[in-house]
């Protein structure tokens, strides 16, 4: 293992008396919710949680986006996130005139991708959720972003997501590990999706990661996969193909690149890398960085890539991109084992059911 590597996870070990504290913590806040305690309050309208127990990277905002892609057809979507790492404070509701600055990337990402869902962020969803609605008063399903340890609201659907490659069984409580939870708050779960996952996932394969989650009667599994798409020009929109010839230099600040980089090593003829912190927001200095490693690379097939993510943070350089090739990397998500239609349902069941009991209710009160 690379020494800086071996130093941290020392360091982390070192650390584990704070990770039993932590993990003692977590379980009383827990209790008292359990209990009733600590108040959660519903809201009324079909609210989606999709969240994890762990920090970062097992493929929150891709779910997202497949939600509101899926769902936008039949409903008057909001979606609300933290928005973190932004530079404003409470609730925000996305315009034309927001930045990835005043709104986070990823919200940033969503308002661009899909404008008729109203986006808002706030890191308070119980004030955020009623200012929504006083907002856009026709909203009929709201998607609460990596909001499962917000206890303070009950969603009435909530999606648990953890990455074929690291999954919360397999880890521990931060600082040593990585789990922001306790495991067994996988129980609030409606369903679990295992993101993230190989393509060439087998059946058994499946079954044992099933058996090692050990889900609930009620908890369906799910497993789905990360698919590329056709890198497109940051201002232009146009398409370039990465073939056997191309060189790439892969510019990102995401918590896990790991699929990015596994991607690239089959797609391109060789990659250079330049790795920023999640949420990294980037600076004049930084893409004079980017410009000097590019200039560096001798190919005459060379281009930089770098994720949808990033490239909401990177298009406020107008005067400076035109100058270079930059092209961002879309994704998708795709089920495994065709359960696609099984999933789908099981959300618009949820939403239909939570309609149908609001208009008997209605009914039985007159």
Request: glycine letters at 4%; one cysteine or more.
């Given at each position: ?221 799910f497993f789905t996969s990360i698919q590329y798409g056709q890198p497109y ?134």
């Amino acid at each position: 293992m690379p020494l800086p590597d071996f130093f941290l996870r020392s360091f982390r070990i070192l650390l584990f008396p704070f990770a039993v504290v932590y993990g003692g913590i977590l379980h009383i806040r827990n209790k008292l919710f359990d209990r009733g305690t600590i108040k959660s309050t519903r809201f009324n309208l079909p609210i989606i949680n999709v969240g994890n127990l762990s920090v970062g990277g097992t493929g929150k905002s891709p779910m997202v986006e497949y939600l509101l892609e899926s769902l936008k057809p039949m409903y008057k979507l909001g979606t609300i996130s933290r928005g973190y790492k932004r530079r404003t404070k409470g609730y925000l509701l996305a315009d034309s005139d927001s930045t990835s600055l005043e709104l986070g990337d990823e919200p940033m990402q969503f308002f661009l991708k899909h404008p008729d869902v109203a986006v808002a962020v706030g890191e308070e969803r119980i004030v955020a959720v009623p200012q929504l609605l006083y907002d856009r008063p026709e909203t009929q399903v709201i998607v609460l972003d990596d909001a499962f340890q917000h206890r303070a609201i009950t969603a009435g659907f909530s999606i648990l997501l953890t990455a074929w490659n690291d999954l919360y069984t397999r880890d521990y409580y931060l600082p040593t590990g990585n789990l922001r939870d306790n495991p067994y708050s996988a129980e609030r779960a409606d369903c679990i999706v295992v993101t993230k996952s190989p393509q060439t996932l087998s059946s058994k394969q499946a079954e044992e990661l099933i058996n090692e989650l050990n889900p609930s009667a009620h908890q369906p599994v799910f497993f789905t996969s990360i698919q590329y798409g056709q890198p497109y020009h940051i201002l232009s929109g146009t398409k370039k193909n990465i073939s056997r010839e191309t060189e790439v230099l892969l510019v990102c600040g995401i918590a896990n690149p790991e699929s990015l980089t596994t991607f690239l090593e089959q797609q391109a003829a060789t990659y250079e890398a330049m790795f920023f912190s999640d949420h990294h927001i980037y600076t004049i200095d930084d893409l004079k960085a980017i410009r000097a490693k590019f200039n560096d690379l001798e190919s005459p097939d060379k281009i930089i890539l770098t994720t949808e993510k990033d490239a909401v943070r990177l298009v406020k350089f107008k005067k400076e991109l035109p100058e270079l090739p930059i092209f961002v990397q879309p994704i998708t998500t795709t089920f495994l084992f065709e359960k696609e239609p099984a999933f789908r349902s099981l959300i618009v069941t949820f939403i239909e059911d939570f309609y149908n009991e609001k208009s008997n209710n209605h009914g039985a009160e007159k």
